[in-house]
């Protein structure tokens, strides 16, 4: 494992049935690929040595001997090598015949994992040649010249590095409590499945909803081989899947019904496993609870209560595997999304219908607990007031409420352009909202003479007057006319404290408090679809700088004040936060994962991930990293005190939901090791 990640592949031989020397080079072709590419484990199908369709040949000692033969020459073939092998294949233990997983390292049977539960319905018949592990007692075989335990209970199996891996096979995880529960709540941070799933209509993405849900139940790596060209097709068909799932998303999947050998070859990260578990409290309690299965199914893994104290007690074998032998550099492969907040482009239409809907959800309830029939809200021409404006219009016709209560107040300044104040107006009008104008210009320039400030200083001063200013005006008048202020500020801005403090930071409801600054534009685009009579002020709106527009414009009249000049372009920040707050990762986590998403580095231009709008060189992401982790622990402050507003994605800035931080902290460790990059 390197900065987290650990390489795996799944893959599938093209094998003749019994004939287990042909397999054993198909086997060790991939194997060869794979440690070429740089892969830590491999999974090949169920039985794969011998080809899972033997049927009664599985009771010919021929074919028996032959399998072990074939692992004796595994043994000897991969003892120069830096890669631990999975492969299947029949073993005899005592008076039983069990289909087995073998874990081979380095020319050494790690350990050997005996199938549990045996399909035996419609075409599948597996007890009329096999025992399952529960009919098992913990046995000494002599198999391929190492004497081996063959146990029913858990095997975890431990790399040099400390990830943790199990092995379940194909009907395993089909069961209602498959081995990997008890593997995954051992330890367990990948499962490797070794499968014969034939090919039915409508199997396949049956099979793939499985997979995806044990993935995601159990907060694991599982890694799926299964058999293809060449097992037997006198009644059914294998069209041979490989599959690479973490946490219940798919990495990696093979193409079925090929002739050839395929293998895929995915990095997992383990970092992002274990943060979710430490996340989870729900995983820690199903770990404390292990032993009421335990009492139920046999299984070795216990929980103890003492004094009050939960002690946990796995009795799960563990096997540790060997170091590698070489160093390998670390190079980043897997695609890293530049946008994680953004839906995919297939899912783009549900997921902003669903965000939209859970912000009108959200004020429809407040509007309908206070009583309020008028919300007022200040509308700039620009991105977040839009999308704020948007949510109250849909609320206001969802509770068949008269739009003319949504009181829009448009407050021109210094900074303010001709652009966005036409924009502004335009949408009120067509919306059929009301509208006031109030230009504030007259009130804040008296407030400097007041302050004794001078008015040609653009400082804070001069920006955050005009902030308070408006602030003031919209909740006065809210008073005024028995209404509640809508706040427009969005996740990217109050995670860099991008807001003045008791001015636009302040409001009696926040729509956008969940909504990151990478999906403001997305979110308006769809509901720029949807109401087809504003969709060209929309267009113009989203293709306007972003910008407070608190400095007086140039010469031309256009906005000289622009956000992401001052702070950093918002994808980057929108990426850092993102992974600092779902993951907790470190600063060169991220790092790494930004030099990837945003194709930087030398070797990874060529490979530029399409969705990535920008580039940017090592340089610059070090710098925006620097100052997103300066600014976002200088800037707590304002979060302690956050109005309320609905949590829409995965991950929320309010001191009453996900974020809980001292607004005193010290950001030492972060900024230190940034430099260090």
């Given at each position: 494992?390197?900065?987290?990640?650990?390489?795996?592949?799944?893959?599938?031989?093209?094998?003749?049935?019994?004939?287990?020397?042909?397999?054993?080079?198909?086997?060790?072709?991939?194997?060869?690929?794979?440690?070429?590419?740089?892969?830590?484990?491999?999974?090949?199908?169920?039985?794969?040595?011998?080809?899972?369709?033997?049927?009664?040949?599985?009771?010919?000692?021929?074919?028996?001997?032959?399998?072990?033969?074939?692992?004796?020459?595994?043994?000897?073939?991969?003892?120069?090598?830096?890669?631990?092998?999975?492969?299947?294949?029949?073993?005899?233990?005592?008076?039983?015949?069990?289909?087995?997983?073998?874990?081979?390292?380095?020319?050494?049977?790690?350990?050997?994992?005996?199938?549990?539960?045996?399909?035996?319905?419609?075409?599948?018949?597996?007890?009329?040649?096999?025992?399952?592990?529960?009919?098992?007692?913990?046995?000494?075989?002599?198999?391929?010249?190492?004497?081996?335990?063959?146990?029913?209970?858990?095997?975890?199996?431990?790399?040099?590095?400390?990830?943790?891996?199990?092995?379940?096979?194909?009907?395993?995880?089909?069961?209602?409590?498959?081995?990997?529960?008890?593997?995954?709540?051992?330890?367990?941070?990948?499962?490797?499945?070794?499968?014969?799933?034939?090919?039915?209509?409508?199997?396949?993405?049956?099979?793939?909803?499985?997979?995806?849900?044990?993935?995601?139940?159990?907060?694991?790596?599982?890694?799926?081989?299964?058999?293809?060209?060449?097992?037997?097709?006198?009644?059914?068909?294998?069209?041979?899947?490989?599959?690479?799932?973490?946490?219940?998303?798919?990495?990696?999947?093979?193409?079925?019904?090929?002739?050839?050998?395929?293998?895929?070859?995915?990095?997992?990260?383990?970092?992002?496993?274990?943060?979710?578990?430490?996340?989870?409290?729900?995983?820690?309690?199903?770990?404390?609870?292990?032993?009421?299965?335990?009492?139920?199914?046999?299984?070795?893994?216990?929980?103890?209560?003492?004094?009050?104290?939960?002690?946990?007690?796995?009795?799960?074998?563990?096997?540790?595997?060997?170091?590698?032998?070489?160093?390998?550099?670390?190079?980043?492969?897997?695609?890293?999304?530049?946008?994680?907040?953004?839906?995919?482009?297939?899912?783009?239409?549900?997921?902003?219908?669903?965000?939209?809907?859970?912000?009108s959800m959200g004020l429809a309830k407040r509007l309908v607990h206070t009583g309020c029939t008028?919300?007022?809200?200040?509308?700039?021409?620009?991105?977040?007031?839009?999308?704020?404006?948007?949510?109250?219009?849909?609320?206001?016709?969802?509770?068949?409420?008269?739009?003319?209560?949504?009181?829009?107040?448009?407050?021109?300044?210094?900074?303010?352009?001709?652009?966005?104040?036409?924009?502004?107006?335009?949408?009120?009008?067509?919306?059929?909202?009301?509208?006031?104008?109030?230009?504030?210009?007259?009130?804040?320039?008296?407030?400097?003479?007041?302050?004794?400030?001078?008015?040609?200083?653009?400082?804070?001063?001069?920006?955050?007057?005009?902030?308070?200013?408006?602030?003031?005006?919209?909740?006065?008048?809210?008073?005024?006319?028995?209404?509640?202020?809508?706040?427009?500020?969005?996740?990217?801005?109050?995670?860099?404290?991008?807001?003045?403090?008791?001015?636009?930071?302040?409001?009696?409801?926040?729509?956008?408090?969940?909504?990151?600054?990478?999906?403001?534009?997305?979110?308006?685009?769809?509901?720029?679809?949807?109401?087809?009579?504003?969709?060209?002020?929309?267009?113009?709106?989203?293709?306007?700088?972003?910008?407070?527009?608190?400095?007086?414009?140039?010469?031309?009249?256009?906005?000289?004040?622009?956000?992401?000049?001052?702070?950093?372009?918002?994808?980057?920040?929108?990426?850092?936060?993102?992974?600092?707050?779902?993951?907790?990762?470190?600063?060169?986590?991220?790092?790494?994962?930004?030099?990837?998403?945003?194709?930087?580095?030398?070797?990874?231009?060529?490979?530029?991930?399409?969705?990535?709008?920008?580039?940017?060189?090592?340089?610059?992401?070090?710098?925006?990293?620097?100052?997103?982790?300066?600014?976002?622990?200088?800037?707590?402050?304002?979060?302690?005190?956050?109005?309320?507003?609905?949590?829409?994605?995965?991950?929320?800035?309010?001191?009453?939901?996900?974020?809980?931080?001292?607004?005193?902290?010290?950001?030492?460790?972060?900024?230190?090791?940034?430099?260090?990059?």
């Open positions: 494992m390197k900065q987290g990640f650990i390489k795996v592949a799944s893959a599938v031989p093209a094998i003749r049935v019994a004939d287990c020397k042909y397999n054993l080079e198909q086997v060790e072709t991939l194997i060869v690929q794979a440690e070429g590419k740089g892969v830590e484990v491999i999974v090949f199908p169920e039985l794969s040595i011998t080809g899972y369709s033997c049927q009664d040949l599985f009771r010919q000692q021929v074919l028996l001997d032959a399998a072990e033969d074939a692992v004796f020459h595994l043994l000897d073939f991969t003892r120069q090598l830096d890669i631990v092998s999975i492969v299947g294949l029949p073993i005899v233990a005592g008076d039983l015949l069990l289909n087995c997983a073998v874990v081979i390292q380095q020319g050494q049977i790690i350990g050997i994992v005996p199938k549990t539960y045996l399909p035996n319905y419609s075409e599948f018949y597996e007890k009329r040649w096999f025992a399952s592990s529960q009919d098992l007692k913990p046995t000494v075989v002599r198999f391929a010249g190492q004497k081996i335990e063959i146990t029913p209970e858990p095997q975890l199996f431990v790399t040099d590095d400390g990830v943790k891996f199990g092995v379940e096979i194909c009907e395993d995880v089909w069961a209602p409590v498959p081995p990997s529960n008890h593997l995954a709540l051992a330890g367990a941070e990948l499962i490797f499945n070794l499968s014969a799933s034939d090919e039915l209509i409508g199997k396949h993405n049956y099979l793939m909803s499985v997979l995806a849900q044990q993935s995601a139940r159990t907060m694991t790596g599982y890694i799926y081989s299964s058999s293809g060209f060449g097992e037997s097709t006198q009644d059914v068909v294998y069209g041979g899947n490989a599959l690479i799932y973490e946490n219940g998303h798919l990495l990696a999947q093979g193409k079925r019904f090929a002739l050839e050998n395929q293998i895929q070859v995915q990095q997992i990260d383990i970092d992002r496993l274990r943060s979710e578990r430490r996340t989870n409290s729900t995983y820690v309690n199903a770990v404390r609870n292990i032993s009421l299965l335990q009492q139920r199914d046999g299984y070795g893994i216990a929980a103890e209560l003492s004094g009050g104290d939960v002690k946990h007690r796995s009795t799960a074998v563990l096997h540790r595997l060997y170091p590698m032998k070489v160093e390998r550099d670390f190079i980043l492969e897997r695609h890293v999304d530049p946008h994680p907040f953004v839906p995919k482009s297939a899912d783009m239409k549900r997921s902003c219908d669903e965000a939209f809907t859970i912000q008028k919300v007022v809200i200040g509308v700039s021409g620009g991105l977040d007031s839009t999308l704020a404006l948007l949510v109250c219009v849909n609320t206001f016709d969802t509770l068949k409420l008269d739009r003319k209560g949504i009181i829009g107040v448009t407050m021109p300044g210094f900074g303010t352009t001709d652009r966005t104040y036409r924009n502004a107006i335009s949408l009120m009008q067509r919306l059929g909202i009301t509208i006031r104008e109030i230009n504030i210009a007259k009130s804040v320039t008296q407030h400097f003479e007041d302050i004794g400030h001078d008015a040609t200083v653009h400082d804070v001063t001069y920006e955050n007057s005009q902030a308070r200013e408006r602030t003031q005006i919209l909740m006065d008048l809210s008073n005024q006319v028995g209404g509640l202020v809508v706040g427009t500020g969005d996740l990217s801005e109050l995670a860099l404290g991008w807001a003045t403090y008791n001015g636009d930071h302040m409001s009696m409801y926040g729509v956008n408090a969940g909504i990151p600054k990478t999906l403001i534009r997305h979110l308006v685009h769809y509901v720029a679809t949807l109401m087809g009579d504003v969709s060209d002020i929309l267009a113009d709106i989203m293709e306007t700088p972003i910008s407070p527009e608190l400095i007086p414009a140039d010469a031309d009249g256009r906005i000289k004040q622009k956000t992401e000049d001052l702070v950093g372009p918002y994808e980057l920040h929108d990426f850092f936060l993102y992974y600092f707050l779902r993951f907790g990762f470190r600063p060169r986590k991220i790092f790494i994962l930004a030099q990837k998403a945003f194709a930087t580095r030398q070797g990874y231009a060529d490979e530029m991930e399409k969705g990535a709008h920008s580039e940017y060189t090592d340089e610059v992401i070090k710098h925006w990293l620097r100052t997103f982790f300066r600014r976002f622990f200088s800037q707590q402050f304002k979060r302690s005190c956050l109005p309320d507003g609905p949590k829409v994605g995965s991950v929320s800035l309010s001191p009453r939901g996900d974020w809980r931080m001292p607004s005193d902290a010290v950001s030492k460790l972060w900024i230190e090791e940034c430099e260090t990059l």
